[in-house]
């Protein structure tokens, strides 16, 4: 990165520069542009707007035949009462994740006098936080004495979601991503195509699963199929991060 960098700037201060000749100003980026599994993509705003939009669109009617036709013991609370439901399970769940990652670094901080000294590797920050913020979403209330914080946010999640149907709450998040794509992209955020990578295969999972399988336990290659990208994707973000902002964070404490 650093040489990278270096590179950046002694071509942008040469003569070959081409700051000098742009005297319009800043002008808003309409073009998305990611690399995912080796491949490079990119496409105009606007078939973003088509394309994330066509998403929800069909992300939302597929939730309304698998309400209707795959669970029908939920038909008393209303289809977008059902979807709210799993919505606000899944915004607790991810406050959960918040509350045990960021509960575990006050305790680092204020009680163990560790401070950042965790970050001295991309794997030690993995390895102290992940765990926290997986006990925070969803893991076992037994879990060890360093990550009980997290628990607290478990136990919540676990709470509200525990009469949300399986169904509902894997298409709720489904609506939740492809949604957010389209509102995100709308207010031309780019990044929202993370997003939408990560809601594409989860629609085709949900959809090959309501169409093949009418009990109404989801199939376990539903979750295979449609949590491979997101996993990859999370990584991959996940190491990015890390790679820039553990060294940084080295540095300022050797400084």
């Known amino acids: 990165m650093a040489e990278n960098t270096l590179a950046i700037l002694r071509y942008l201060s040469s003569d070959a520069s081409p700051l000098p000749s742009l005297t319009t100003?800043?002008?808003?980026p309409t073009t998305v542009f990611f690399t995912e599994f080796g491949r490079f993509v990119q496409y105009q705003f606007a078939t973003a707007r088509l394309m994330y939009g066509t998403l929800f669109s069909l992300s939302l009617a597929m939730s309304w035949f698998v309400y209707y036709k795959r669970i029908p013991e939920s038909h008393s609370v209303g289809f977008w009462t059902a979807q709210w439901n799993g919505v606000r399970a899944i915004l607790?769940?991810?406050g959960g994740a918040l509350i045990g990652a960021n509960g575990l670094a006050v305790i680092i901080h204020r009680v163990l006098g560790h401070n950042m000294s965790w970050f001295a590797s991309e794997q030690s920050a993995l390895l102290l936080y992940g765990p926290a913020a997986l006990t925070g979403s969803f893991l076992s209330p037994r879990a060890l004495i360093p990550f009980l914080v997290g628990s607290l946010g478990m136990l919540a999640s676990q709470t509200v979601s525990a009469g949300v149907a399986e169904r509902n709450a894997l298409t709720a998040l489904l609506l939740t991503q492809s949604g957010g794509a389209l509102v995100l992209q709308l207010f031309g955020i780019g990044?929202?195509?993370f997003l939408f990578v990560n809601s594409a295969p989860l629609f085709v999972a949900l959809a090959l699963d309501a169409l093949l399988?009418?009990?109404t336990v989801v199939?376990?290659?539903a979750y295979a199929l449609g949590l491979l990208v997101p996993l990859f994707t999370g990584t991959k973000l996940a190491?990015?991060?890390?790679?820039v902002f553990v060294p940084l964070v080295c540095s300022r404490l050797r400084s």
């Not at 100003?25 to 808003?28: H, I, N, Q, S, V």
């Not at 190491?239 to 790679?243: G, M, N, S, V």
């Open 25 to 28: 100003g800043y002008t808003r």
């Open 92 to 94: 607790i769940a991810f």
């Open 239 to 243: 190491c990015t991060i890390l790679d």
């Open 219 to 221: 199939s376990l290659w």
């Open 191 to 193: 990044s929202a195509c």
């Open 213 to 215: 399988n009418s009990s």
